[in-house]
T-cell receptor, first 116, second 112 residues
Framework: AQTVTQSQPEMSVQEAETVTLSCTYD???????LFWYKQPPSRQMILVIR??????QNATENRFSVNFQKAAKSFSLKISDSQLGDTAMYFC?????????????FGQGTRLTINP | DAGITQSPRHKVTETGTPVTLRCHQT?????MYWYRQDPGHGLRLIHY???????DKGEVSDGYSVSRSKTEDFLLTLESATSSQTSVYFC???????????FGNGTRLTVT
């Protein structure tokens, strides 16, 4: 069974610092997709970044980047030059194949606070 | 933002009553999902749909049923609400098999 583990329930950094959120997953599949979603206090789920397992290059989106280590089944999110608006819950997710569809399996989340 | 509307946004109901949550999309996406979010569990899949009248169970489907009679609408029904179903419910859509899921704004359901 696919599982996703986020070992850091909470993190807190100062504004402008760089922070890394950890995520590990377990799968026997070879081709799959990984995602990071952000959930601010508004409760909205926002896609931050996506990584395809067959791509060796790590995905980047502006200040957000990932460190994808396929052999280690690790998928960490790095936020550079953190901003107050980055305060949110962050969820790592693995896309699993289902009958007729795909589904996201989520980790438990990391609550990130950016302090002024 | 993807055109996804969940209704109601908040609901309080009593134990034993039936409850229906609605998800409406304007994107004409094939895939629709219902998740619930609880502290310490992240989001867990309740049911999903891969086409009109094509639905299947997720990992926490007990006590829930769904229906999809039109591409744009996906209904989640709690047959007889229990306190353990107090949660935030999210609808999500995706265009094709491995495209990212886009989420609605959630419904906070409280069962007293």
């Amino acid at each position: 069974a696919q599982t996703v583990t986020q070992s850091q329930p909470e993190m807190s950094v100062q504004e402008a610092e760089t922070v890394t959120l950890s995520c590990t997953y377990d799968t026997s599949e070879n081709n799959y997709y990984l995602f990071w979603y952000k959930q601010p206090p508004s409760r909205q789920m926002i896609l931050v970044i996506r990584q395809e397992a067959y791509k060796q290059q790590n995905a980047t989106e502006n200040r957000f980047s990932v460190n994808f280590q396929k052999a280690a089944k690790s998928f960490s999110l790095k936020i550079s030059d953190s901003q107050l608006g980055d305060t949110a819950m962050y969820f790592c997710a693995f896309m699993k194949r289902l009958q007729g569809a795909q589904k996201l399996v989520f980790g438990q989340g990391t609550r990130l606070t950016i302090n002024p | 933002d993807a055109g996804i509307t969940q209704s109601p946004r908040h609901k309080v109901t009593e134990t034993g009553t039936p409850v229906t949550l609605r998800c409406h999309q304007t994107e004409n996406h094939r895939y629709m999902y219902w998740y619930r979010q609880d502290p310490g569990h992240g989001l867990r899949l309740i049911h999903y749909s891969y086409g009109v009248k094509d639905t299947d169970k997720g990992e926490v489907s007990d006590g829930y049923s769904v229906s999809r009679s039109k591409t744009e609408d996906f209904l989640l029904t709690l047959e007889s609400a229990t306190s353990s179903q107090t949660s935030v419910y999210f609808c999500a859509i995706s265009e094709w098999g491995r495209s990212p899921l886009h989420f609605g704004n959630g419904t906070r359901l409280t069962v007293t």
